[in-house]
């Protein structure tokens, strides 16, 4: 069992006294030669954390950005094998960023669940979200995560009462992340205000550092989360980006990594002058 | 998956995780899981009511028009020259098809819940027409997800259902039809947690969907049981439906599991032919995986991508299939058939011709293999089939592939 590399990283960040940054990208958005060229320049631009989504054609949870998101990158072709594939690229030039990869059970059930899981830590993979796979049905793919080494990372939400959150956090391990809104990706926004109280509480319950996201697009909102939480995620603003950079004919890794600069430079000072978290 | 085994008692299942063998489930976002869990205990209490279960009867009865006559089609019997043919008459329900039945259970539900509005995906529009009708009765707000390619293909349920007071939200992400009707409302009830009660047309998504709408939908099978017994003295030899997500098919067989004589027969549509590829043959032509909450029989490409549907019936244009009905086939109480389009036109035209009755071009897939069960069950056998709904909607649509303009 090994969740090295994110533990490693959260208990860096609680030496520097600051929150992380998690980046959201799809694999092989925009196509498989641009995503890698953003997932290797994501930790220099400031992502503490990766979230590689894996495209499917029916994303339930999803709002309009991540689901374009997820029909471009299927367009050009992108598969499990070709997600695996941009993680050991990573993984050459990377040893130290967490990957945490974010996905729907379907391609899971079809590469089967052991393969799956020993394929990804194969490739260098740290984490996994399946986002419609609950307690109640997740039991042997926590058993297939435990043996290969890969976390499974739990999401729990504003719908969460502490009955909930006690099934919710019991095999999980890493980090747990809160969705900060009911609701799909990128549509609502977050108000940290709001968040603070349950991200108490999920910590709490879990006893691991919690990762805020969904509802987060702006450096201002990312700052404010960044606040009361252990890392913030921003998915649906930086894939977005990418589309825009695509319509627009402008380079696609320049404008996505600045974006991130901006945001992860609002994460990193967000805590500076507080004293307590 | 684990080894197939034939259960004893049917009506068993699903067990207490929503499963019927491997299938069904509840694999859906973490922010619904309260909420299904609310919805589960909030049906057992239902179910176990006397006072609801009366109050749904008088519906039923007096709003539905229950019940539905078990009509003996001599002209059909003849033309095949086999099993006798009886025709469960659900089209002569209120808004035209079995729908309602789920509809009238799951609203009185939902008022039961405390719940002020209502969401629905629809295919054909006659799902989405019951609901809307259900809603304009009881004074509810109702929001209808439709494809946008199925908005286009039947207009007149949209329209329908705007005279019933209802909102229709065209759906363009995806192959907008009705898989992406059903991801939209999933995104609308996990965005709208606290008001929202998301009334689910067939016996498929999560748990306890499918066990909830066959329950519903039950009622089918219980009064042919009864008319048959009152018409002919016996059980039937085989039962006979169309099969999309297969509310109808598994209202009708329901009653039957355990009745080993009785043979089930359910027919998918096999769209321009399931070797072409273009097809919404869940079963006959995909494999097991898992979407919209639960797993079951979909089509897929290797990689688990979900592959669009194809029917000339948009009420059968779905890439999966009910999870009881995987499990079904599974353990072989079931057989599973499949009919094309052109095949379907055949029978629907037959139908209208012999018997004076248009039926849907969904139901009109079960005619379709009647030639080869009648014959199958032979001449002193008994073969009920479920007309699940009436054909007034789908005139435009057989007359463009029959070349005439109306």
């Known amino acids: 069992m090994s969740t090295a590399r994110i533990d490693a990283r959260f208990a860096a960040l609680k030496a520097e006294g600051r929150a992380g940054f998690v980046a959201y990208v799809m694999a092989g958005d925009p196509d498989a030669a641009t995503a890698a060229k953003i997932l290797a320049g994501l930790p220099g631009a400031g992502a503490d954390l990766i979230e590689v989504g894996f495209p499917f054609s029916d994303p339930m949870a999803e709002g309009p950005p991540i689901q374009r998101a997820a029909q471009r990158a299927l367009a050009k072709g992108m598969t499990l094998a070709g997600t695996f594939e941009q993680v050991r690229g990573f993984r050459q030039s990377d040893q130290t960023t967490p990957i945490i990869l974010m996905g729907y059970m379907n391609l899971l059930a079809s590469w089967g669940i052991e393969a799956f899981a020993n394929s990804a830590a194969e490739a260098g993979v740290d984490g996994l979200i399946v986002v419609d796979c609950p307690p109640e049905e997740a039991g042997p793919l926590a058993d297939a995560l435990d043996a290969a080494g890969v976390s499974l990372i739990r999401l729990t939400t504003p719908t969460s009462d502490d009955a909930r959150l006690a099934t919710i956090v019991r095999r999980t391990s890493g980090f747990v992340y809160y969705v900060s809104v009911a609701g799909v990706t990128g549509v609502k926004e977050a108000d940290a205000a709001v968040v603070a109280p349950h991200v108490a509480r999920v910590r709490k319950a879990s006893g691991l550092p919690v990762a805020v996201g969904f509802g987060i697009k702006t450096p201002q909102r990312a700052a404010e989360v960044a606040r009361v939480a252990d890392a913030v995620v921003v998915g649906s603003a930086l894939v977005d980006e990418i589309a825009e950079a695509v319509a627009m004919n402008e380079d696609v890794t320049k404008r996505v990594l600045s974006k991130v600069d901006s945001l992860a430079k609002a994460v990193r000072t967000a805590r500076v002058g507080q004293t307590t978290v | 998956m684990s080894a197939i085994v034939r259960p004893n008692d049917y009506s068993a299942y699903p067990d207490a995780n929503g499963r019927f063998g491997d299938y069904g489930g509840r694999y859906v976002p973490e922010t619904l899981m309260p909420l299904v869990h609310e919805l589960d205990a909030a049906y057992a209490s239902a179910k176990a009511d006397e006072g609801f279960q009366a109050q749904l009867g008088g519906f039923l009865k007096h709003y539905v028009g229950r019940p539905s006559p078990l009509y003996f089609a001599e002209r059909l019997t003849n033309h095949f020259g086999g099993a006798k043919i009886y025709l469960k008459r659900e089209e002569l329900n209120h ?67 705007n005279l019933l007071g209802a909102e229709v939200r065209p759906v363009t992400s995806g192959s907008a039809t009705l898989k992406d009707a059903m991801n939209e409302a999933l995104r609308d009830w996990v965005t709208n947690v606290e008001d929202t009660y998301y009334l689910i047309g067939s016996a498929a998504g999560m ?42 098919a598994i209202g009708l067989f329901h009653p039957f599991l355990n009745d080993a004589s009785v043979k089930l027969f359910g027919v998918e549509a096999a769209g321009e032919g399931l070797d072409t590829g273009r097809h919404a043959a869940a079963i006959n032509g995909g494999r097991p995986g898992v979407l919209h909450g639960n797993m079951t029989y979909l089509l897929q490409d290797r990689e688990g991508q979900i592959e669009e549907a194809h029917s000339i019936s948009a009420g059968l244009d779905y890439p999966g299939i009910g999870p009881e009905h995987s499990w079904l086939h599974d353990v072989g109480r079931a057989t599973y058939l499949s009919a094309t389009d052109a095949e379907s036109l055949s029978a629907f035209q037959l139908c209208a011709e012999l018997e004076g009755i248009l039926p849907a071009i969904e139901s009109a897939h079960a005619l379709a293999r009647l030639p080869e069960i009648a014959r199958e069950i032979g001449k002193d056998g008994l073969v009920v089939l479920n007309l699940s709904g009436r054909g007034d909607k789908d005139v435009n649509t057989v007359a463009a592939h029959l070349g005439r303009v109306i």
């Open chain 2, 95 to 161: 808004t035209g098809s079995h729908k309602i039945n789920n509809c009238m259970g799951q609203i009185l539900l939902a008022m039961r819940m405390g719940k002020t509005r209502i969401i629905a995906e629809t295919g054909a529009g006659q799902h989405g027409v019951a609901t809307a009708t259900v809603c304009a009765r009881f004074g509810l707000p109702c929001i209808v997800y439709m494809g946008a390619v199925d908005v286009e293909r039947q207009k007149p349920n949209v329209f329908r259902m």
């Open chain 2, 207 to 248: 748990h306890p969907y499918p066990a909830m709408v066959r329950d519903f939908q039950a009622i089918v099978g219980r009064e042919v049981r009864e008319q048959v017994i009152e018409a002919e003295g016996r059980l039937p030899d085989a039962l006979v439906a169309c099969v999309g997500g297969g509310s109808n």
